[in-house]
């Protein structure tokens, strides 16, 4: 999905480096396998998925947590995608993780009782807590599950929420430009940046909700992000 949604035709993917690295171990040059996107001054790098569902189920979680070591050793930052199952490759990456979002929607029963099973399996694995970020997206979609219900279904509450913008959304989709990277201003996009914030230990020149209307069920995330100081805005300082 990432690539689609980024309009990215990629000539290689983690498939593909994982069967050089069965042949080789030394010796590859990872970039060969990423596939770059550039956005006016902005870049990064992503390592598509597997474009068949025979090599995404044949994806060793050895080779794989080393892609990533290496990975983690060439960038700032690598951010995993992964699937909503707690396979065996799925823990390995939660292990090699410093943070591990659980990104969860408030819409029908059956998407909380998942919600659930979840934040119970993930909170079972005896992570510490400031690994895990519980995020809500869609938070002011129109249903009738009440917000404070569901964390106490839970029993926890959310780190972060994202307001429900599907206008934004879809245009991001249909131009393959990233909210955050958008010169026209959305609600959801200047969220993320301050979510991004947070992962990062870094402010940005917009990073307050005023300029737009307040969407968190705890008046605009109780205000926490103006009210933060520097040394202690972000994630990885706690």
């Given at each position: 999905d990432?690539?689609?949604?980024l309009?990215l035709?990629p000539?290689k993917t983690?498939?593909?480096?994982?069967q050089?690295?069965?042949?080789?171990?030394?010796?590859?040059?990872?970039?060969?396998?990423?596939?770059?996107?550039?956005?006016?001054?902005?870049?990064?790098?992503?390592l598509?998925?597997p474009?068949?569902?025979?090599?995404?189920?044949?994806?060793?979680?050895?080779?794989?947590?080393?892609?990533?070591?290496r990975?983690?050793?060439?960038?700032?930052?690598v951010?995993?995608?992964?699937?909503?199952m707690?396979?065996?490759?799925?823990?390995?990456?939660?292990?090699?993780?410093?943070?591990v979002?659980f990104?969860?929607?408030?819409?029908?029963?059956?998407?909380?009782k998942n919600?659930?099973?979840?934040?119970?399996?993930?909170?079972?694995?005896?992570y510490?807590?400031?690994?895990?970020?519980f995020?809500?997206?869609?938070s002011?979609?129109?249903?009738?599950?009440?917000?404070?219900?569901v964390?106490?279904?839970?029993?926890?509450?959310f780190d972060?929420?994202l307001p429900?913008?599907?206008?934004?959304?879809?245009?991001s989709?249909?131009?393959?430009?990233p909210?955050v990277?958008?010169s026209?201003?959305?609600?959801l996009g200047?969220s993320?940046k301050?979510?991004?914030?947070r992962?990062?230990?870094?402010t940005?020149?917009?990073?307050?909700?005023?300029n737009y209307?307040?969407?968190?069920p705890y008046e605009?995330?109780?205000?926490?992000?103006e009210?933060?100081?520097?040394?202690?805005?972000?994630?990885?300082?706690?």
């Amino acid at each position: 999905d990432v690539c689609n949604y980024l309009q990215l035709q990629p000539q290689k993917t983690v498939a593909d480096l994982q069967q050089i690295m069965q042949l080789q171990d030394k010796g590859i040059d990872m970039r060969e396998y990423l596939t770059p996107f550039l956005h006016m001054s902005t870049s990064f790098h992503v390592l598509p998925c597997p474009r068949r569902l025979d090599e995404a189920y044949n994806m060793d979680p050895k080779i794989v947590k080393e892609i990533v070591k290496r990975l983690q050793a060439m960038f700032d930052y690598v951010i995993i995608d992964t699937t909503s199952m707690f396979s065996v490759l799925n823990l390995e990456l939660l292990d090699l993780s410093t943070i591990v979002m659980f990104l969860g929607i408030v819409d029908f029963i059956p998407t909380i009782k998942n919600m659930k099973i979840g934040s119970d399996t993930l909170r079972s694995l005896s992570y510490d807590k400031n690994k895990l970020r519980f995020i809500l997206n869609r938070s002011d979609a129109k249903t009738r599950i009440g917000f404070a219900d569901v964390e106490r279904l839970m029993a926890t509450k959310f780190d972060y929420v994202l307001p429900n913008d599907f206008a934004a959304s879809s245009k991001s989709i249909q131009t393959g430009v990233p909210l955050v990277l958008d010169s026209e201003r959305s609600a959801l996009g200047e969220s993320m940046k301050i979510l991004v914030g947070r992962y990062t230990n870094r402010t940005f020149a917009n990073k307050t909700v005023e300029n737009y209307e307040p969407y968190d069920p705890y008046e605009a995330q109780r205000r926490a992000t103006e009210q933060a100081s520097e040394e202690n805005f972000g994630w990885f300082s706690k």
